[in-house]
């Protein structure tokens, strides 16, 4: 790898292991190896590329989450869809289980958006790819069968459950729910037996 290279591997374990607003450029060139001038000339800043970090983290965990064995199966892909709709959050929610560091980064970068107008800009220029990608995964579909519409409004509902499960999970981790609850809670609440089925269970 070159010293681009280099720095962006850099600045994402910086991101895993000291969070994103407490990496500073010296922490990037020790985990990098690369020199303190290389992320001027290859980034223009550190803040750049501590953006570019991040959004290379979020795509890569993504398409961790989609080779987790599980919602592919054959059986669940010609299922019911809230079946396929469980087996896949499952999936998620095991990588939100197991990739704590990550989650925490993500969270932390929320907090940081209504001050930085920049992170912002950047996240909301990839946000819309985000959302396509979550559907082509709940629907066992390639990312280019996923239609615009569908992407702006499922993608966008996806992406809100995706994000407070996230802040769920380092808030109450014992207590997450699993993809069958979120199924459930999606069932009844379109058939409108949210508090008669509650009432039913107590």
Request: net charge negative; with cysteine.
């Amino acid at each position: 790898m070159g010293h681009r290279e280099d720095l962006l591997e850099g600045a994402k374990r910086c991101l895993l292991e000291k969070g994103y607003a407490r990496t500073t450029a010296r922490d990037i060139v020790a985990a990098s190896g690369a020199n303190l001038a290389s992320i001027g000339y290859h980034y223009g800043s550190k803040d750049a590329l501590m953006r570019q970090a991040l959004i290379a983290s979020t795509e890569e965990w993504g398409a961790r989450v989609a080779e987790v064995p599980g919602a592919d199966d054959p059986a669940t892909a010609d299922g019911e869809p809230l079946e396929r709709f469980a087996a896949v959050w499952d999936k998620v929610l095991q990588r939100i289980a197991t990739e704590r560091e990550f989650i925490a980064a993500q969270v932390e970068v929320l907090g940081l958006l209504p001050r930085d107008a920049a992170l912002r800009e950047a996240i909301g220029e990839v946000l819309p790819e985000g959302g396509e990608g979550l559907v082509a995964l709940f629907e066992g579909v390639p990312d280019d069968e996923v239609d615009a519409e569908a992407a702006r409004v499922v993608g966008s509902f996806y992406q809100a459950l995706l994000t407070g499960l996230m802040v769920q999970s380092l808030i109450t981790p014992d207590t997450m729910l699993s993809g069958r609850d979120l199924a459930d809670a999606l069932r009844r609440v379109s058939a409108g037996e949210v508090l008669g089925k509650a009432e039913e269970d107590a």
